[in-house]
C-alpha cells in the first residue's frame, strides 16, 4: 500500500522568510509525487511533481520541491514567502504502474504573517 | 481553461435519503474520481473511472456508488445517506498516459446529513 506523511498541521512564516512544507511517503517501486494547493473557499491546484530525472523540481507560484530518495521525502520549499501563499498544501503519491490513483496526505496549513 | 463543474456547492439531506452528486468535465479526460475531504484526514479516495462504464473502488467505497454512462459525467451516489458521510466532496479528472497525471479539481460539494 502506497502512503503519505505530512508531520505539520500547520506552518507558520514570516513574509520574505524561506519556507518548507515537509512530506515524506511510502510505496512499492519509483514514485510519481506531487504538491497541491488549495485556497479557502476553493478547490484544489495542481503545483509541481516529480516523475524522473532531476531531484529538484520547480513549480507554480515561484515553489519547488526536492525529491531525496534515500530518506524517501519530497519536501516544499519557497526561498521569500509571500502572505497569499497562505493556504492548505497537500503532498500526494503513487507508484508507477498502478493506473491513476493517487494518494494524498493530511495537509499542511500555511500561515505567512506580515 | 479546463474545467471540472460540481453541479452542487452546498446540499443539505436528510438521513437515509439517497444522494446524487454530479461531476462534469470538459477535457476529454479519460480519468474521472471522487474524494472525500475531511479535517485532520485529508483528501481519501471513494472510487474511480478509468473509461465509461468502467469504475473501481478507492480506499473508502463502503456506503457509495458511482456511474459513468458518458465521458464527461461520474455520478456519486450515497443510497441511504448517515450523518457520517457528512464531507467536502471533490471530484477531479485527468488525461491517461504519461506526462499526463495532473489532476484538475471541481470545487467541492459540502454536504450536511442532518
Known amino acids: 500500500a502506497q502512503s503519505v506523511a505530512q508531520p505539520e498541521d500547520q506552518v507558520n512564516v514570516a513574509e520574505g522568510n524561506p519556507l518548507t512544507v515537509k512530506c515524506t511517503y511510502s510505496?512499492?517501486?519509483?514514485?510519481?509525487l506531487f504538491w497541491y494547493v488549495q485556497y479557502p473557499n476553493r478547490g484544489l491546484q495542481f503545483l509541481l511533481k516529480y516523475i524522473t530525472g532531476d531531484n529538484l523540481v520547480k513549480g507554480s507560484y515561484g515553489f519547488e520541491a526536492e525529491f531525496n530518495k534515500s530518506q524517501t521525502s519530497f519536501h516544499l520549499k519557497k526561498p521569500s514567502a509571500l502572505v497569499s501563499d497562505s493556504a492548505l498544501y497537500f503532498c500526494a503519491v503513487r507508484a508507477t504502474g498502478t493506473a491513476s490513483k493517487l494518494t494524498f496526505g493530511t495537509g499542511t496549513r500555511l500561515q505567512v504573517t506580515l | 481553461d479546463v474545467k471540472v463543474t460540481q453541479s452542487s456547492r452546498y446540499l443539505v439531506k436528510r438521513t437515509g435519503e439517497k444522494v446524487f452528486l454530479e461531476c462534469v468535465q470538459d477535457m476529454d479526460h479519460e480519468n474521472m474520481f471522487w474524494y472525500r475531504q475531511d479535517p485532520g484526514l485529508g483528501l481519501r479516495l471513494i472510487y474511480f473511472s478509468y473509461d465509461v462504464k468502467m469504475k473501481e473502488k478507492g480506499d473508502i467505497p463502503e456506503g457509495y456508488s458511482v456511474s459513468r454512462e458518458k465521458k464527461e459525467r461520474f455520478s456519486l451516489i450515497l443510497e441511504s445517506a448517515s450523518t457520517n458521510q457528512t464531507s467536502m466532496y471533490l471530484c477531479?479528472?485527468?488525461?491517461?498516459?504519461?506526462?499526463?497525471?495532473?489532476?484538475?479539481f471541481g470545487s467541492g460539494t459540502q454536504l450536511s446529513v442532518l
Open positions: 510505496v512499492s517501486g519509483n514514485p510519481y
Open positions: 477531479a479528472s485527468s488525461g491517461a498516459g504519461q506526462g499526463l497525471e495532473k489532476l484538475f
